[in-house]
């Protein structure tokens, strides 16, 4: 497979952002992530009229990929209208599989508005090496 670059993941988040269904806050997200083997997996924000049952993207997109058995993510693009950051829940369960994984953050016309890791977004994190 060819490599991914930061834009063809960036153009993946923000096809996987195309089917949000977002009635209640209009605030579209689409997430894609890169496994280690150099799949893609996209993900949208889903909501929900019980609010707390709504998933973001980048979970949308994790659990996607983990449940095809990929454990292992290099990179992941987050797009929102603004370049928004993952939320904390979202930090927390990507670092439970790559705490050290690249992660860009452009809006919707594909422009990267930060390049970062999750170890910056989630620093000291709560891991699997605590559990030992
Ligand atoms: N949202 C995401 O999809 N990812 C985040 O990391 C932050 C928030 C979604 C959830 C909800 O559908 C909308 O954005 C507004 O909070």
């Known amino acids: ?3 991914i670059s930061d834009q063809d993941l960036i153009a993946a988040a923000i096809e996987g952002g195309k089917h949000a ?3 209640y806050s209009n605030y579209r997200v689409g ?10 997996y996209t993900g949208c924000n889903i909501e929900n009229a019980g609010y ?8 949308t997109a994790l659990v996607k990929a983990v449940s095809e058995g ?10 929102t209208r603004d370049g928004g950051s993952p939320c904390g829940v979202c930090r927390q369960m990507m670092f ?6 690249k992660v860009l953050l ?14 910056d977004l989630l620093p000291h994190g709560f891991g699997r090496a605590n559990l030992d």
Do not use: K, Q, W
Not at 31 to 40: F, H, K, P
Not at 52 to 59: G, K
């Open 96 to 101: 439970e599989f790559s705490p050290t994984m």
């Open 21 to 23: 269904y977002i009635p």
């Open 70 to 79: 990929h454990l292992s993510f290099t990179a992941v693009a987050v797009v």
């Open 52 to 59: 707390s049952p709504t998933i973001c993207a980048e979970r």
């Open 31 to 40: 997430a894609a992530l890169l496994t280690a083997s150099g799949e893609v």
């Open 106 to 119: 452009a809006d919707l016309d594909g422009n990267l508005r930060l390049t970062t890791t999750l170890a």
């Open 1 to 3: 497979m060819d490599s």
